[in-house]
């Protein structure tokens, strides 16, 4: 109690120490209190959707959440327990292939809380055959359904949140390095990756008069349940451990923690940007 009371007198004296210094710059501080967050992409808690949901959470945001249903109720059942612990005032089966779904999330948003304010975009699929082989030798099948799921998807969640977004507000999508060079297995999900990149472009230039900010944030290799399909994921993390400036790879919190700060104030300038959360690996020219 009285460490804590000693602790907030000397924040305090360090505010009012750092606007005199500065007396120009406004201090803000990353909080999302009072925003609305939808986040897709929880699978368990090894997911990204969830360093971001937490971080999310922690910075004041009340949040959202789906999950890919399945006909046992499996993943529903996973989803709920992992987000337990943040109590999200919603919690929505949404398969991105399935057009009711996506509209009765957003139904239900309008629904519970008028406006939205976030979107974090965190899913992806390929089919085994574009995971590996040759590339050449993918079908038409499982080609437009990678882009459809992985792609195609952020478009069609922006064209829900826009009317909801009523004083701005700040999406965000997940990438790979994959989708601008090529790294092996990757193969589908790069091209699906690289429209994704274009997708975030097209969608800042559209949605900037509305305020509504539009960024990606590439992460490192990170062990989860979608990377596992991609062969070789322990070699890759080993690889950036090796090569990246920061001798790792990166945590979910740690994209998270970028997320959160991508759909703050603090990023009020920030759109149609690919930033790398990913121990610096993308810099180093030679592996
Ligand atoms: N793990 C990594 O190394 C890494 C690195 C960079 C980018 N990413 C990207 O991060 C995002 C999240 O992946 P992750 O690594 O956390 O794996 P994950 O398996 O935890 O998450 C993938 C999610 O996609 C969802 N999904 C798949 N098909 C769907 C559909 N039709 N409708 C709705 N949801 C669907 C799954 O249910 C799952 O929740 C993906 O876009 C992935 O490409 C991952």
Redesign the pocket.
């Given at each position: 109690m009285v460490l804590s009371l000693i602790i907030a007198t000397i924040m305090e004296q360090w505010g009012l120490i750092q606007q005199k210094l500065c007396p120009f710059v406004k201090i803000i501080m990353l909080d999302l209190t009072g925003k609305n967050a939808l986040v897709?992409?929880?699978?368990?808690n090894?997911?990204?959707?969830w360093g971001i949901a937490q971080q999310l959470h922690k910075a004041g945001a009340n949040l959202a959440v789906?999950?890919?249903p399945d006909e046992k109720g499996r993943?529903e059942k996973k989803v709920r327990d992992v987000v337990e612990p943040i109590n999200p005032s919603l919690i929505l089966p949404?398969?991105?292939?399935n057009e009711d779904q996506v509209e009765a999330t957003f139904k239900a948003i309008g629904d519970t809380w008028g406006k939205l304010d976030i979107v974090i975009h965190?899913?992806?699929?390929a089919d085994k055959e574009g995971l590996g082989g040759d590339f050449s030798s993918i079908s038409r099948e499982a080609f437009s359904q990678s882009l459809e799921?992985?792609t195609f998807?952020l478009g069609n969640l922006a064209k829900y949140a826009k009317p909801l977004m009523t004083e701005g507000g700040s999406i965000v999508?997940?990438?790979?390095l994959g989708g601008v060079k090529v790294i092996p297995n990757y193969n589908l999900?790069g091209v699906a990756?690289a429209g994704l990149e274009m997708s975030v472009r097209y969608l800042a230039s559209e949605l900037g008069p509305d305020q509504i900010r539009v960024n990606a944030i590439?992460?490192?290799?990170?062990?989860?349940?979608?990377?596992s399909a991609v062969g070789g994921?322990l070699e890759m993390i080993r690889h950036v451990e090796a090569v990246a400036p920061l001798k790792r790879t990166v945590t979910q919190l740690e994209v998270g923690n970028t997320a959160a700060f991508l759909c703050s104030d603090l990023a009020s300038g920030i759109t149609g940007q690919v930033i790398y959360v990913d121990a610096g690996y993308e810099i180093m020219g030679m592996g």
């Open positions: 897709t992409g929880i699978a368990n090894r997911s990204i959707a789906t999950y890919l993943f949404c398969n991105v292939q965190c899913l992806a699929f799921i992985s998807s999508t997940l990438t790979y999900m990756k590439s992460a490192g290799p990170i062990r989860t349940l979608a990377s994921i």
